[in-house]
């Protein structure tokens, strides 16, 4: 049974390329489409800190009523899909 894990392409050029480059152990560079993206340190820190404080900033920030209403909606909520 063939092993169709990989994805080889139909094309012949690219088939005797890989050929070539496993008889000469020369691997060509790598293709445009396997750039490994590379992020912004400093926008990663930024949205972590964000996450991290979110909850907690949202609770403070509302009125003990409005938490009050959210979570018997929650509640409701949980207990309706037990029906």
Known sequence: MPNRSRKQSNDVNVLAKSLVEKATKEPSEKKPSEKKSEKNPAAV???????L????AR???????RRKEIAEKAAKARWKKQD
Do not use: I, Q, V
């Not at 820190?45 to 996450?51: F, N, P, S, V, Y």
């Not at 404080?53 to 907690?56: A, L």
């Not at 609770?59 to 009523?65: G, I, N, P, R, Y």
């Open 45 to 51: 820190a930024l949205g972590r800190l964000g996450g």
């Open 53 to 56: 404080k979110g909850g907690k």
């Open 59 to 65: 609770a403070e920030k509302l009125s003990a009523k």
